[in-house]
């Protein structure tokens, strides 16, 4: 079983909209300890990859990550390896926490594990840009910082300690990520330069809410209304208890910094379609995929 490791964008600047449509970001991303899990179970013959899943509406034939993922390692390496790979999914779809990507990154380094280590973490990072921009985030030690459409990744040591205790919030709608980028309004972004973020939160240790720059929160915001009155409840119910109150990625999920305890109002009817988590930050040793955060086992 390997765990399964989604990120939260600590900040994200949006640098320019390109000539070719797309945008150059500058951001922080970590990953995050969340529960989740996968199984592979290599089999024999040429067949098809098998993937099933705990969540219905999740896809398993060729548009799901995980078999483009064992593809793109078969075409790589020259392995015939086929695998069973099972889902166990608790972070919901669409929440903008790099979950995809993050069962692309570890289906690559299990089956590399699995056969033998053909490849070095390097080529997998390079590899894996071949099936999306975000999922060579998964192969630094943590934390990294991106840039381009973020597939440049400089590995970073963690800002924070990785005890801080982090609350996520997700309301059941999701957001489009093409819409929210086209709602962005480029006169309306932040003017912080991404290094002096950077500088920041290593220099403070801490999350600060001027330091927690998300440039999308703008047009998910305005795609979204209901998303930042959420925000702001979770700022004005939070008793102080929480550094910082921020979106990751392009939503739609809150991430409440300094406390894992969720306000009271999160127990109330009207809130009970909310998905609501306590999550750490997590790293790994050098050849080794991630372990389960201990502090994030000891709240639950």
């Known amino acids: 079983m390997a765990p399964l490791l989604p990120s939260i964008n600590l900040f994200l600047r949006v640098v320019r909209r390109r000539e070719d449509g797309y945008h150059d970001l500058a951001s922080l991303f970590h990953v995050i300890d969340l529960g989740d899990s996968m199984d592979f179970t290599p089999v024999s013959g040429s067949g098809s990859d098998q993937l099933t899943c705990n969540v219905a509406d999740i896809p398993t034939d060729g548009s799901n990550l995980v078999i483009k993922a064992l593809k793109l390692f078969r075409e790589r390496t020259g392995s015939q390896q086929r695998f069973k790979v099972h889902l166990d999914k608790k972070v919901p779809h669409g929440a903008g926490l790099g979950g995809g990507s993050a069962n692309a990154a570890t289906t690559l380094w299990a089956a590399n594990e699995l056969c033998g ?31 381009g459409r973020g597939e440049i990744v400089e590995d970073v040591d963690p800002p924070l300690p990785l005890t801080t205790p982090l609350l996520l919030v997700k309301p059941p709608v999701g957001l489009s990520t093409p819409e929210v980028f086209r709602s962005l309004d480029l006169a309306r972004r932040s003017t ?109």
């Open 117 to 147: 280590r053909p490849a070095t973490n390097e080529q997998l990072l390079d590899w894996s840009g071949a099936i999306g921009s975000d999922i060579s985030v998964f192969f630094s030690r943590g934390a990294a910082y991106c840039t």
């Open 192 to 300: 912080a330069d991404p290094l002096e973020l950077l500088r920041g939160l290593a220099a403070r240790g801490a999350i600060d809410p001027e330091l927690c720059v998300n440039d999308l929160e703008q047009p998910a915001f305005d795609v979204l209304p209901s998303l930042a009155q959420l925000k702001q409840r979770l700022i004005a119910d939070s008793d102080g208890r929480f550094s910082a109150v921020f979106m990751t990625g392009s939503g739609s999920t809150i991430v409440c910094a300094g406390s894992d305890e969720a306000p009271a109002f999160l127990g109330e009817s009207d809130c009970a379609n909310l998905f609501v988590t306590p999550a750490r930050l997590i790293a790994r040793e050098a050849g080794a995929w991630y372990e389960p955060s201990k502090a994030l086992t000891a709240v639950a």
